[in-house]
């Protein structure tokens, strides 16, 4: 059982590494290139999602960087279903959430790099 925690530690640490395999075990899985990005891209997100939480607190010292995160993807999900309503006048829910969960994606990507630039340069001052 430790094995398999250090394992999941590794992969939260470098999420990068979880869209790899998420993206071949997937494809391998469904063969299709699309469905198997898609997977990929919810892995990652849910890794970049523990590992920007735990760097808001390592590098900010903020003890709510899971909070953060949070309201930055419910604001996400709020702004697409506020937009859906007023260009369709109707709320498309899947939609919405894909669109969020892939916005969510970019954006945490930026934070990962920003706070992981944030880290390296704190460790040598």
């Known amino acids: 059982m430790e094995f398999l925690a250090k394992i999941f530690a590794f992969i939260l640490t470098l999420p990068f590494l979880a869209f790899f395999l998420g993206y071949n075990i997937s494809k391998w899985f469904y063969q299709d290139n699309k469905k198997a990005f898609d997977i990929a891209i919810h892995v990652t997100t849910f ?4 590992s920007v939480s735990v760097m808001f607190q390592v590098v900010g010292y903020l003890q709510s960087g899971v909070f953060i995160t ?3 993807w419910i604001t996400f999900l709020a702004v697409l279903i506020y937009l859906q309503w007023k260009l369709k006048n109707q709320i498309d829910i899947h939609k919405s959430l894909k669109g969020s969960l892939r916005l969510w994606f970019l954006v ?3 934070c990962y790099v920003a706070l992981f630039i944030i880290g390296v340069t704190k460790s040598f001052i």
């Open 108 to 110: 945490l990507c930026i």
């Open 70 to 72: 949070l309201i930055i």
């Open 47 to 50: 890794s970049l999602f523990v």
